[in-house]
T-cell receptor, first 116, second 111 residues
Framework: GAVVSQHPSRVICKSGTSVKIECRSL??????MFWYRQFPKQSLMLMAT?????????EQGVEKDKFLINHASLTLSTLTVTSAHPEDSSFYIC????????????FGSGTRLTVV | EDQVTQSPEALRLQEGESSSLNCSYTVSGLRGLFWYRQDPGKGPEFLFT???AGEEKEKERLKATLTKKESFLHITAPKPEDSATYLCAVQAIRQGNKLTFGGGTRVLVKP
């Protein structure tokens, strides 16, 4: 089946530093990747959509300069949280869709970001 | 605007006590409705995709059904390992391949 690997699973960083989260599709080509944010006991909130080789499309209210998304290849997308602050602490999850002939989406295992 | 509402927010069941979760949706042109299971601290795990009213899909103790306005996830004779949050999401034709998620139903199955 389709597998999406997300790293790191947990990261703690100091306020003002930047953190990069990687999302890789291991056995398929991910033409589109999605980045979500999830607060405790809440559902997934879509942050941005990225297509390979194109600029990401951000949802309303999401700061593109704070959440930098790169989708340089068909198997890798990265989310960089720049100048992180405690309010950026959250659970970040990626998902990917690609050449599987259906509209199913596979999710990564998520990254717990804590900014101290 | 596409909307997805799940009910109840939380559900406590005794082992073996069957129940149903509801996902009501409003979307202009449904491409697909998705059900996921999410365990704490993990990403969602894909369960089913339903494409048209009347469609049903089953997997072990889970069965998903779809009408033009809502979907149900039936859990038959649940076991403690079925405890999780169940998420419903819709994909609208005009939204490309974006998913809109409901708030989820937290299910706890007690032995």
């Amino acid at each position: 089946g389709a597998v999406v690997s997300q790293h790191p699973s947990r990261v703690i960083c100091k306020s003002g530093t930047s953190v990069k989260i990687e999302c890789r599709s291991l056995d398929f080509q991910a033409t589109t990747m999605f980045w979500y944010r999830q607060f405790p006991k809440q559902s997934l909130m879509l942050m941005a959509t990225s297509n390979e080789g194109s600029k990401a499309t951000y949802e309303q209210g999401v700061e593109k300069d704070k959440f930098l998304i790169n989708h340089a290849s068909l198997t890798l997308s990265t989310l960089t949280v720049t100048s992180a602050h405690p309010e950026d602490s959250s659970f970040y999850i990626c998902s990917a869709s690609g050449d599987r002939g259906n509209y199913g989406y596979t999710f990564g295992s998520g990254t717990r970001l804590t900014v101290v | 605007e596409d909307q997805v509402t799940q009910s109840p927010e939380a559900l406590r069941l005794q082992e073996g006590e069957s129940s149903s979760l509801n996902c009501s949706y409003t979307v202009s042109g449904l491409r697909g409705l998705f059900w996921y299971r999410q365990d704490p601290g993990k990403g969602p795990e894909f369960l089913f995709t339903l494409y048209s009213a009347g469609e049903e899909k089953e997997k072990e103790r889970l069965k998903a059904t779809l009408t033009k306005k809502e979907s149900f996830l039936h859990i038959t004779a649940p076991k403690p390992e079925d405890s999780a949050t169940y998420l419903c999401a819709v994909q609208a034709i005009r939204q490309g391949n974006k998913l809109t998620f409901g708030g989820g139903t937290r299910v706890l199955v007690k032995p």
